[in-house]
């Protein structure tokens, strides 16, 4: 059969790509799917876990991205959409639209969360705050 697309073929373990720091939050760890370069920047695929407790959460912020959905795979988040307090647990799915603006405030400490986004390199821009933020909780 003749290959008619423009990606690639892509079979990550899951101990191909160890989790690391140095992605778009400090007190997340971050693991690459290898979908990136399987679609040649076209989507980004990577599961994000907590590593740090939530102090001051990710700021208000919007992405300019063409699609983007949060796949919660363990424990929950708390997010601001907009004015609304949203709580994600694990099995729930969000499609964030493009460019909702949002906060992620609070989450638990074994969170971990599948992220797809398209473009790949997609640019996040802060945003004025569209209202209070409540307290995160405290980890025990």
Known sequence: ???????????????????????????FLYRDLGIAAATHGKVIAHLVKANLPPEEGTGWHR???????????KGWAK?????????????????????????????????????IVSPADFKTIDVEPVCE?????AWV
Not at 82 to 93: K, R
Not at 133 to 137: A, D, F, L, Q, S
């Open 1 to 27: 059969m003749l290959d008619r697309t423009s990606t690639l073929f892509s079979h990550v373990k899951g101990t191909d790509n160890p989790w690391a720091s140095g992605g778009l939050r400090d007190f």
């Open 63 to 73: 992405h300019e991205a063409d699609f983007q959905i949060v796949i919660m795979i």
């Open 79 to 115: 997010f601001m959409y907009e004015d609304q307090v949203t709580l994600v647990e694990a099995g729930d799915c969000v499609h964030q639209r493009p460019g909702i603006r949002h906060y992620l405030f609070d989450y638990s400490p074994d969170m971990e969360y599948l992220e």
């Open 133 to 137: 933020i409540p307290k995160p909780g």
